[in-house]
């Protein structure tokens, strides 16, 4: 089970009962983007894809420790206004939204 919160993206694991909480790290690339999740979407391959305030959107790929990032705006011109993403949603033919 994964969940979306504003203190980082939680996974729960039933086999240990215990929760892994992923964390933005300023100094580790591959952390996710932010620790404000939205929204999370698993896509028909397995991998994860989060919604981030203001990070974008953030891709974990099945068996994956770090995240890809996407984003609207530059490193040299960054701007939280057009990297706010609030849902997710995967259509039939997969395409997500």
Avoid: C
């Avoid at 609207?72 to 997969?94: C, G, M, Y």
């Amino acid at each position: 089970m994964w969940l979306a919160t504003r203190g980082g993206l939680q996974h729960f694991d039933p086999k240990s009962g215990r929760f892994q909480i992923f964390r933005h790290i300023p100094d580790q690339p591959g952390s996710i983007a932010g620790d404000n999740a939205n929204a999370v979407a698993l896509d028909d391959k397995g991998g994860l894809w989060v919604a981030l305030w203001p990070g974008g959107l953030d891709y974990l790929a099945p068996g994956a420790t770090t995240f890809q990032h996407f984003r609207l705006d530059s490193a040299e011109h960054p701007d939280t206004k057009i990297n706010n993403i609030r849902t997710l949603l995967f259509d039939r033919q997969q395409r997500l939204w």
